[in-house]
C-alpha cells in the first residue's frame, strides 16, 4: 500500500513546481535552457559525474571483494593474499 502512496505522489512532486510557483523556485535545469549561472552548472554536473564514478568504482571493489570471499579456498586467492611469487 505504501509503494501504491509513493507512485501516485511522484507526478505530484514533479509537477508541483509548476503548479505552485508562487510556493517553490522554478526549475533550475529543463530540457529547452538553464536557468542557473554557468558556473553553478559546471559545478553541479562536475559533482554529479564524480559521484556517478564513486559509485562504480564502489561497486567494482565490492564485487572483487565478494569474488575474493567466494574462492577464498581456492589457490590463486591464497597465492594473492600469501603473496607466492615474490
Known amino acids: 500500500m505504501l509503494a501504491i502512496v ?3 505522489n511522484i ?3 514533479y509537477y508541483s513546481v509548476e503548479w ?3 510556493l517553490h523556485q522554478g526549475s533550475s535545469i529543463s530540457t529547452t535552457k538553464i536557468s542557473m549561472q554557468i558556473d553553478m552548472f559546471i559545478a553541479l554536473m562536475l559533482i554529479s559525474f564524480a559521484f556517478k564514478f564513486l559509485y562504480g568504482a564502489l561497486v567494482l571493489m565490492r564485487a ?3 569474488v575474493l570471499v567466494r ?3 581456492s589457490r590463486w ?3 594473492i593474499i600469501v603473496g607466492v611469487g615474490k
Open 77 to 79: 586467492v591464497r597465492e
Open 6 to 8: 509513493g507512485l501516485v
Open 71 to 73: 574462492e577464498q579456498n
Open 20 to 22: 505552485w510557483n508562487s
Open 64 to 66: 572483487r571483494d565478494e
Open 11 to 13: 507526478p505530484i512532486i
